[in-house]
């Protein structure tokens, strides 16, 4: 059975950091896209950063670029979301995804191929 697990999301002040872990099972992350995505009440579900199943990487939100970086822990099958400088902005529930991008970079996954989702964790940054 394949599962995402989220965690470390959290209530942070305005310029604080925030780790976010995505724990795989059932799968092995390297083999598989893993994007991050976040969705604040009332507005759309964006993509914040992918790592693809070879070697690509991509922001998907501009306004996280310089802040959000994202890393793959193979012994661990984890991928991680590091976030710094946080801004009230980026309050969401985070979600991390896996989706077969056939080695072509998960920037070619349409939203209907992230097949796999985790259960979200809730980030709260305070002004």
């Known amino acids: 059975e394949v599962q995402l697990v989220e965690s470390g999301g959290g209530l942070v002040q305005t310029g604080g950091s925030l780790r976010l872990s995505c724990v795989g099972s059932g799968f092995s992350v390297d083999d598989y896209a893993i994007g991050w995505f976040r969705q604040a009440p009332g507005k759309e579900r964006e993509e914040v950063l992918c790592i693809g199943s070879s070697d690509g990487w991509t922001n998907g939100d501009d306004s996280v670029k310089g802040r959000f970086t994202m890393s793959r822990d193979t012994a661990k099958n984890t991928v991680y979301l590091q976030m710094n400088s946080l801004k009230p902005e980026d309050t969401a529930a985070y979600y991390c995804?896996?989706?077969?991008?056939?080695?072509?970079?998960?920037?070619?996954?349409?939203?209907?191929?992230?097949?796999?989702w985790g259960q979200g964790t809730q980030v709260t940054v305070a002004s």
């Open positions: 995804a896996a989706g077969d991008d056939y080695s072509m970079g998960c920037h070619t996954l349409r939203e209907y191929e992230w097949t796999y």
